[in-house]
């Protein structure tokens, strides 16, 4: 018979950039979520499994939520963020970057907490910058969660208090992901959206303003090749062809340049070298279709 541990799903929510999909990949102690100083970086809420002696947690890392839906991407988004809410969650951990005041966008995420039923913890973020900040306007917000944390994702302040905050709320239960063979500790991406993923972050990282917005990436075939090297074939796909030209950038440089960080990043996370054939193509309706 298994023995009685403390299992459950722990939604993690926030504004976006408040440092969700950071506090994930630093909790697990491996990269699963992408992150970047744009909002709204993460599109799909990322599930991923945190096990130790105590138990085993599945974290859902969802997308920052929008005040204002300006555009039809926003709009997906903040309904698969809704929607996990309104799923089977058994601890809500809601963090705000406290160097950043309420405002309409914060006020809209504290209604949607306030909605859901289950326990929750606090977690301040970005303690590590002291100046400014705004706590006392989150201040009275405490009494209505069960735990208040002062973190930083970033550099690994308090993650371990957080965690076993979130195991003393956690039921009761049987393991949920009974496999101890996973590769990552991701549950719902497989590698090849594991790879769109990262050239997405590098495009985050290197287009302007809102190009990044406009684009999406998808990876068409990974093979191996001749002697440990790796083929993967990508797309970034965007709206237009203004946005097209922007991301292949003067004489390609842009898209090389996007190109090189992320075959960087995947030849370290693979330990093999990897051949990277990324192209850019314009589809209007990739959002209809592809979000
Ligand atoms: N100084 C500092 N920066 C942080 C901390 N946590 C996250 N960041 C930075 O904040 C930015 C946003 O982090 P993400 O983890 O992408 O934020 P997110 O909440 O997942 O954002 P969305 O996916 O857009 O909703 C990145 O530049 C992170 O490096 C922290 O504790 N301290
Ligand atoms: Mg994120």
Do not use: C
């Amino acid at each position: 018979m298994d023995e009685k541990i403390k299992a459950g799903y722990v939604a993690i929510i926030g504004r976006p950039n408040s440092g969700k999909s950071t506090l994930l990949n630093n909790i697990l102690k491996q990269k699963v979520a992408i992150t970047s100083p744009k909002p709204q970086t993460t599109r799909i809420p990322i599930q991923a499994v945190y096990n130790d002696a105590r138990g085993q947690i599945i974290f859902i890392d969802t997308p920052g939520i929008f005040a204002k839906v300006f555009d039809a991407v926003a709009k997906k988004i903040n309904l698969k963020t809704e929607q996990v809410l309104k799923k089977n969650i058994d601890v809500l951990v809601y963090l705000i970057d406290h160097n950043r005041d309420r405002n309409i966008e914060e006020n809209k995420i504290i209604g949607l907490v306030r909605n859901v039923d289950k326990p929750k913890i606090l977690a301040y973020n970005k303690m590590d910058i002291k100046h400014p900040s705004y706590i006392p306007h989150y201040r009275f917000l405490e009494s209505e969660f069960n735990k208040t944390v002062e973190i930083s994702a970033l550099f690994n302040k308090n993650l371990n208090l957080l965690v076993n905050y979130i195991f003393e709320l956690l039921p009761i239960g049987d393991k949920i992901i009974k496999r101890e063979d996973l590769v990552t500790p991701a549950i719902n991406i497989d590698s090849k959206t594991f790879i769109a993923e990262i050239i997405r972050e590098k495009a985050y990282l290197f287009l302007r303003k809102e190009v990044p917005y406009s684009l999406t990436t998808v990876v068409d075939e990974i093979a191996d090749r001749e002697e440990g090297l790796k083929y993967i074939k990508a797309r970034i796909v965007t709206v237009s062809d203004r946005y097209k030209r922007m991301i292949i950038g003067d004489t390609g440089r842009m898209i090389k340049e996007i190109g090189r960080a992320s075959r960087k990043e995947l030849e370290v996370a693979t330990n093999q070298k990897i051949y990277l054939d990324l192209t850019v193509e314009t589809n209007p309706h990739w959002i209809e279709e592809m979000l």
